[in-house]
């Protein structure tokens, strides 16, 4: 059974940074592309950015909002993925959530994870 | 980046009624990478739909897709209540994989 469990929202302050983790079994997150995806409470889905599979190059694409602040890495053998968040502004509180892809849509997500980003 | 707009923003209709929801892309989207997810209050979403008409895994058979091009639709063949929902499209065809601003569904 694939489960995805994301982790690590706080409260944190304009210009700080925050890293989540999403935690995932029934697959190897190594051979998957993965993506996060934010909402904002009682709004849209936000796309945040997505990560290749290693086989088809491990890189990863950014939403221009956050591009050049967050960053999608994994852990290989730990079988987590993350998601680095600098120069954090108020425009970024949300839930977060982590997601599997298949070739053509998100077909597993996790429960989210809430950032809030206010003095 | 590739807008979507979906329409209606809210519709109300009464269980067993054919409801469709209409995604209009700022430009042409591969139908293989475009998707459709249902939002309950309180859950993560959903996918229903990808490649533009195929159901996802246990999505029962009255939600249908279809579209081509930078015109996409989800149709409810019979509305049912537990359908109440927010339905949102996504493409996943350029980076970056935008999504539409959503529908509300209510159930009368």
């Known amino acids: 059974e694939v489960q995805l469990v994301e982790s690590g929202g706080d409260l944190v302050k304009p210009g700080g940074s925050l890293t989540l983790s999403c935690a995932v079994s029934?697959?190897?997150?190594?051979?998957?592309?993965m993506t996060w995806v934010r909402q904002i409470p009682g709004k849209g889905l936000e796309y945040v950015g997505h990560?290749?599979?290693?086989?088809?190059?491990?890189?990863?694409d950014y939403a221009a909002p956050v591009k050049g602040r967050f960053a999608i890495s994994r852990d290989d053998s730990k079988n987590i993925l993350y998601l680095q968040m600098n120069s954090l502004r108020t425009d970024d509180t949300a839930v977060y959530f982590c997601?599997?892809?298949?070739?053509?849509?998100?077909?597993?997500w996790g429960q989210g994870t809430l950032v809030t980003v206010s003095s | 980046e590739i807008v979507l707009t979906q329409s209606p923003g809210t519709l109300s209709l009464s269980p067993g009624e054919r409801v469709t929801l209409s995604c209009r892309a700022s430009?042409?989207?591969?139908?293989?990478?475009l998707a459709w997810y249902q939002q309950k209050p309180g859950q993560a979403p959903r996918l229903l739909i990808y490649?533009?008409?195929s159901r996802a895994t246990g999505i029962p058979d009255r939600f249908s897709g279809s579209g081509s091009g930078a015109d996409f639709s989800l149709t409810i063949s019979r509305l049912e209540p537990e359908d109440c929902a927010v339905y949102y499209c996504?493409?996943?065809?350029?980076?970056?994989?935008?999504f539409g601003q959503g529908t509300k569904v209510e159930i009368k």
């Open positions: 029934g697959f190897t997150v190594i051979y998957a592309w």
């Open positions: 990560i290749r599979s290693r086989p088809d190059g491990g890189t990863a």
């Open positions: 997601t599997k892809n298949t070739v053509s849509g998100l077909d597993d």
């Open positions: 430009q042409s989207v591969s139908s293989t990478k």
């Open positions: 490649g533009a008409s």
């Open positions: 996504q493409q996943l065809g350029s980076p970056p994989w935008t």
